[in-house]
């Protein structure tokens, strides 16, 4: 068994979805309603946010999830299928590596919207957060996934830093897809493949296998 662990916004879906101002409206709630966080000079990411709340205010953890969970389902209207994405999810299959999905969406919102452009039936798993003890960049997914198919070949595919270092910490190759390159030098990540294509996919996981098995 190999897998194919693919991230879900802006990866196989286009989505409205702003999770910076999705940040915002939670840091506001926690703020409004527990006091003041620590200045900084980045903004709080949601991941940032729940640590802190479990902390800090753990009663109020189900009220931040619930202004996340409006953010999602607002965006759910504007979702659209990412070009190449069923090609890449079923050209992976044929290639001999199991689709699986690893995503920081609550499953109510990944499941509507895989179900909404039919690839909820070619996904051998689905982990959300309401999987995992931590989001992405956390790689606490990664248990999930392994604990269902134990420490198989794999590699991640993402468009963003966070899923190359939720990788990188799960110890398993990350394929960038339209991936901004300067988060990736910030964060040290560093892709084992960038594509602008996911039609591609299928034929580099297959020249990828193929190397790493010395048969090509």
């Known amino acids: 068994m190999r897998l194919c662990v693919f991230d ?11 999770l910076a101002a999705m940040a915002l409206d939670m840091r506001a709630l926690l703020e409004t ?11 709080y990411r949601v991941g940032e946010l729940i640590t802190y709340c479990r902390a800090q205010a753990p009663t109020l953890e189900e009220a931040l999830w619930g202004v996340a969970l409006d953010h999602e389902r607002q965006a759910l209207s504007g979702a659209a299928l990412e070009p190449g994405a ?22 109510e ?3 509507a919207v895989l179900e909404q452009f039919g690839l909820l039936p070619h996904f051998d798993l689905v982990v959300t957060r309401d999987d995992m003890n931590a989001l992405k960049p ?4 990664w248990r999930v996934i392994t604990k269902r198919f134990g420490d198989c070949p794999a590699v991640v595919v993402g468009d963003s830093w966070v899923d190359g270092v939720a990788a990188a910490a799960a110890g398993v ?8 390159s300067a988060d990736l030098a910030r964060w040290q990540v560093t892709p084992v ?7 591609t996919l299928p034929a580099w996981l297959t020249t990828y296998w193929s190397t790493r098995n010395g048969s090509g």
């Open 109 to 111: 919102i990944t499941v």
């Open 138 to 141: 956390d790689p606490d997914g």
């Open 193 to 199: 493949a960038a594509l602008s294509d996911l039609t």
């Open 173 to 180: 190759p990350f394929v960038a897809y339209r991936a901004n």
């Open 86 to 107: 069923a090609e890449a999810v079923m050209g992976a299959r044929a290639s001999g590596w199991g689709p699986a999905l690893w995503t920081n969406n609550a499953r």
């Open 33 to 43: 309603r527990h006091g003041p966080l620590p200045p900084r000079q980045e903004r």
């Open 8 to 18: 879900l916004d802006h990866t196989l879906i286009h989505s409205p979805l702003d």
